[in-house]
């Protein structure tokens, strides 16, 4: 058993975790509008499951180029597992659905309360008690998804909702894995434990997306070729192995921090990409996600 943090206790923040969280929100936050556009060429699933397994397998030879060993001691894979169905096939899958009903800049935004969560989640698990800064980041989180769901009229709310939904429950999975992380911590070297994590959360997705959907891949444009390759490298490779290396190197509250550029960053991409709307509703929701957000990190 891991005792629980004390509420007094200041965790040292070592400035390589910062840099790893600030290419981490690079990486995904260009990721939203990658992914919006690579949707309308491939379906969802198989979308996000098999550029995940080819990542994984990246990532895997990468560890071995640099001599690390893929083997994981029988004791972790129960947590192993636990992080790869909460931070990869959960989020994955809902987020990649999500985004059929939802703009990649509104998506982007609710998926980033998740700090928001593990603040809150920390609580439970870690003995983090919430402060009264992290209580008012909770109302400003939901401020947040009020002007999402307002800024275009109720009808347009109504046939957002089940994308909300999602993204939603996908933002609160990831938070439930990062807040775990801290209470089961997964002792791999970060490029290994991200393979395996990536592997064993995408696998199941990709196998789904095989056999319930059909893939033209020779509809595929050149430029949905080179965002595959994006969403497949760098999205998997780079800023997921960027997030383990911080994760294991920030407290659980600050581990989000960094993740407070990656919807500034999709909204704004999506945008000038993909020409979504940036009007005072999706300025109001910005302002008001990266207000929760910098509450509930607050140390």
Request: proline letters at 6%; a positive charge; charged letters at 10%.
């Amino acid at each position: 058993m891991t005792s629980p943090i004390p509420t007094n206790a200041r965790a040292r923040i070592a400035p390589a975790g910062l840099l790893f969280l600030a290419i981490t929100s690079l990486g995904w936050g260009f990721n939203w509008p990658v992914t919006k556009y690579l949707l309308g060429e491939l379906p969802p699933l198989t979308l996000r499951g098999t550029t995940g397994v080819i990542g994984a397998l990246i990532l895997a030879l990468l560890a071995v180029a640099r001599g690390q060993s893929l083997r994981a001691d029988r004791k972790i894979w129960p947590r192993l597992v636990l992080a790869s169905l909460l931070n990869v096939t959960g989020w994955m899958v809902l987020m990649g659905l999500a985004l059929l009903w939802l703009p990649a800049s509104e998506a982007a935004l609710i998926a980033y309360t998740m700090p928001v969560w593990a603040s809150l989640l920390a609580w439970p698990v870690l003995g983090e008690r919430p402060s009264l800064l992290r209580t008012i980041a909770l109302v400003m989180a939901f401020a947040g998804l009020a002007a999402i769901m307002g800024g275009n009229g109720f009808g347009a709310s109504q046939a957002k909702l089940p994308g909300i939904l999602m993204a939603l429950s996908g933002s609160v999975g990831f938070a439930c894995g990062t807040v775990l992380a801290k209470k089961l911590p997964i002792t791999l070297p970060p490029i290994t434990a991200a393979a395996w994590q990536i592997g064993l959360g995408c696998f199941p997705v990709a196998i789904a997306g095989l056999l319930i959907e059909t893939t033209h891949l020779e509809a595929l444009t050149e430029v949905g070729w080179f965002l595959l390759f994006y969403s497949t490298v760098i999205q998997f490779c780079v800023a997921y192995v960027s997030w383990f290396a911080a994760l294991a190197r920030l407290p659980a509250a600050v581990a989000a921090i960094g993740t407070m550029a990656v919807p500034v960053i999709g909204v704004v991409a999506s945008a000038v990409a993909l020409h979504e709307p940036l009007g005072a509703g999706q300025i109001a929701a910005l302002v008001f996600t990266l207000l929760g957000v910098v509450l509930a990190t607050r140390s």
